[in-house]
C-alpha cells in the first residue's frame, strides 16, 4: 500500500489570509493522481482539487492551489483569501493510474480559521 | 439521487452481533468502494467493486468483515460479530468508470457512523 504523509495536525490562519497544508507520500510508480478533499464538521467528503503526476503545471481551482513537486514526492495545497467556510479536515489522496482505484489517504489537518 | 447513499446513517448495535451496512451508489457507476475512517483519522480502505465483481478485499480487516454487490448496484457490507474495535464511520464511494487511467473521480457517501458497544 502507498503511504500518504500529513505532518501537520493542526493549522491555524486568519481569515483573508493564506495558509499551505503540507502533504508527502511515498510510492514507486510514475503514473498516479493526487487529491486534496475537505471534511466540514457535517464529515462530507468534498473534493478540493487534484493533480496528474504526469503533468508539471500545478493545478488550480481558484483560491486552491498545490505545490507538486514530484521528484520530492511532495504536494501542498496554498489556500488563499482563507474564509470562515474553509475551516475543515483537509486530506490529501493518492491513488495509481495502474495498480487498482482505491484511494489512499493521510491523517488529515484539521484548519481553523480565525476572524 | 443526486448521490451516493448510504443507510442506515447511524448504528448502535451490542457486541457480538451482526450489522450490515448499505450503500447506493450514483445511478450508472461502475465502481464502488468501501473505506472505514476512524475519529480523528483519513478513510481506509476496505474493499471495492466493479460491477459486481470484488477486485480487491486486501483491506478488509479480518474474516467478520465481508461485502457484497450481486447486481452490481447496491452494495451491503457485513460486519459479523461485532466488537467494540469495529466502531468506526464507514464511508462508501462510487466512481463512473472501472479504468485506472484518468481522473476516475470518487463521489462520497455521507457514511453510516457504527457504534459497538
Known amino acids: 500500500a502507498q503511504t500518504v504523509t500529513q505532518s501537520q495536525p493542526e493549522m491555524s490562519v486568519q481569515e483573508a489570509e493564506t495558509v499551505t497544508l503540507s502533504c508527502t507520500y511515498d510510492t514507486s510508480e510514475s503514473d498516479y493522481y493526487l487529491f486534496w478533499y475537505k471534511q466540514p464538521p457535517s464529515r462530507q467528503m468534498i473534493l478540493v482539487i487534484r493533480q496528474e503526476a504526469y503533468k508539471q503545471q500545478n493545478a488550480t481551482e481558484n483560491r486552491f492551489s498545490v505545490n507538486f513537486q514530484k521528484a520530492a514526492k511532495s504536494f501542498s495545497l496554498k489556500i488563499s483569501d482563507s474564509q470562515l467556510g474553509d475551516a475543515a479536515m483537509y486530506f490529501c489522496a493518492y491513488r495509481s493510474a495502474r495498480t487498482g482505484n482505491q484511494f489512499y489517504f493521510g491523517t488529515g489537518t484539521s484548519l481553523t480559521v480565525i476572524p | 439521487g443526486a448521490g451516493v447513499s448510504q443507510s442506515p446513517r447511524y448504528k448502535v448495535t451490542k457486541r457480538g452481533q451482526d450489522v450490515a451496512l448499505r450503500c447506493d451508489p450514483i445511478?450508472?457507476?461502475?465502481?464502488l468502494y468501501w473505506y472505514r475512517q476512524a475519529l480523528g483519522q483519513g478513510p481506509e480502505f476496505l474493499t471495492y467493486?466493479?460491477?459486481?465483481?470484488?477486485?480487491?478485499k486486501s483491506g478488509l480487516p479480518n474474516d467478520r468483515f465481508s461485502a457484497e454487490r450481486p447486481e452490481g448496484s447496491i452494495s451491503t457490507l457485513t460486519i459479523q460479530r461485532t466488537e467494540q474495535r469495529d466502531s468506526a464511520m464507514y464511508r462508501c464511494?462510487?466512481?463512473?468508470?472501472?479504468?485506472?487511467?484518468?481522473?476516475?473521480?470518487?463521489?462520497f457517501g455521507p457514511g453510516t457512523r457504527l457504534t459497538v458497544l
Open positions: 445511478s450508472g457507476h461502475v465502481s
Open positions: 467493486f466493479n460491477y459486481e465483481a470484488q477486485q480487491d
Open positions: 464511494a462510487s466512481s463512473f468508470y472501472s479504468g485506472t487511467s484518468g481522473f476516475n473521480e470518487q463521489f
